[in-house]
Nanobody
Framework: QVQLVESGGGMVQAGNSLRLSCAAS????????MGWFRQAPGKGREFVAT????????YYADSVKGRFTIFRVNAKNTVYLQMNSLKPEDTAVYYC?????????????????WGQGTQVTVSS
C-alpha cells in the first residue's frame, strides 16, 4: 500500500510558476507509475500528466503540454509537477496518484492510490 502527500500549492499570478511535490510512503515507490490529476470548481477530475516507474516515459494532457513537466526521483520517493506559464484556467485542486499497472496512462480508474490534493489558484 502507498500513502501519498502533495505539497507546493498556492496562489500565483498568471505567467508565474509553481512546483508541486508528492511524497510517497513505503519502499516500493519505483514499482508504481505515477500521475497528476486536477479538479476545478464545478468540474470533474481530469488527467494532467503521467510518468512511468523508471521515469523514462511521460505523457501529458494537451492543455498543459509544453508548460508542465512531470518528473520523479525514486531515491526520494517523490514525484513532481513543474508548472510554468500558469493560466487562470489551471486553477484547481491537484492530486497525485499511483498505479501498479504498467503503462497506465491517463485512465484515472486504473490508479489505486490517491493523495488528499493541494490547491493551486492562478489569478489574472
Amino acid at each position: 500500500q502507498v500513502q501519498l502527500v502533495e505539497s507546493g500549492g498556492g496562489m500565483v499570478q498568471a505567467g508565474n510558476s509553481l512546483r508541486l511535490s508528492c511524497a510517497a510512503s513505503g519502499r516500493t515507490f519505483s514499482t508504481y507509475d505515477m500521475g497528476w490529476f486536477r479538479q476545478a470548481p464545478g468540474k470533474g477530475r481530469e488527467f494532467v500528466a503521467t510518468i512511468r516507474r523508471s521515469g523514462g516515459y511521460t505523457y501529458y494532457a494537451d492543455s498543459v503540454k509544453g508548460r508542465f513537466t512531470i518528473f520523479r526521483v525514486n531515491a526520494k520517493n517523490t514525484v513532481y509537477l513543474q508548472m510554468n506559464s500558469l493560466k487562470p484556467e489551471d486553477t484547481a485542486v491537484y492530486y497525485c496518484a499511483a498505479s501498479s499497472a504498467l503503462g497506465v496512462g491517463p485512465d484515472q480508474a486504473r490508479y489505486s492510490y490517491w493523495g488528499q490534493g493541494t490547491q493551486v489558484t492562478v489569478s489574472s
